[in-house]
Nanobody, 125 residues
Framework: QVQLVESGGGLVQAGGSLRLSCAAS????????MAWFRQAPAKEREFVAA????????SYADSVKRRFTIARDNDKTTVYRQMNSLKAEDTAVYFC??????????????????WGQGAQVTVSS
């Protein structure tokens, strides 16, 4: 069983920065894809970014390209996401998710096996 624990959410002014981390327990991370989705009030959960452990490649939603960065931490079991130039429309609950035995990222919710509890990010304008 894999457990994902997010940390680092909070309140920030528009234009500011936040860093979210997702710590994973388990084994064989070389075959994982870890991703972030977000869900704003009254909206569907949407893909934000993904990190593929085997290739160390990244992918991003168009809405966050050049503002958000996803990367693996040095301990190899934590993926963090640096969010810069935050906008009010980035306000949402952000969820960390993982695909075990995954070799390519996906923007589809059902692709992923495990989910964290979510972290609130609020951007004030």
């Amino acid at each position: 069983q894999v457990q994902l624990v997010e940390s680092g959410g909070g309140l920030v002014q528009a234009g500011g920065s936040l860093r979210l981390s997702c710590a994973a327990s388990g084994r064989a991370f070389s075959s994982y894809v870890m991703a972030w989705f977000r869900q704003a009030p009254a909206k569907e959960r949407e893909f934000v970014a993904a990190f593929t452990f085997s290739s160390r490649s990244t992918s991003y939603a168009d809405s966050v390209k050049r503002r958000f960065t996803i990367a693996r931490d040095n301990d190899k079991t934590t993926v963090y996401r640096q969010m810069n130039s935050l906008k009010a429309e980035d306000t949402a609950v952000y969820f960390c998710t993982a695909k075990q035995n995954g070799w390519n990222p996906s923007m589809t919710l059902t692709y992923y096996n495990y989910w964290g509890q979510g972290a609130q990010v609020t951007v004030s304008s």
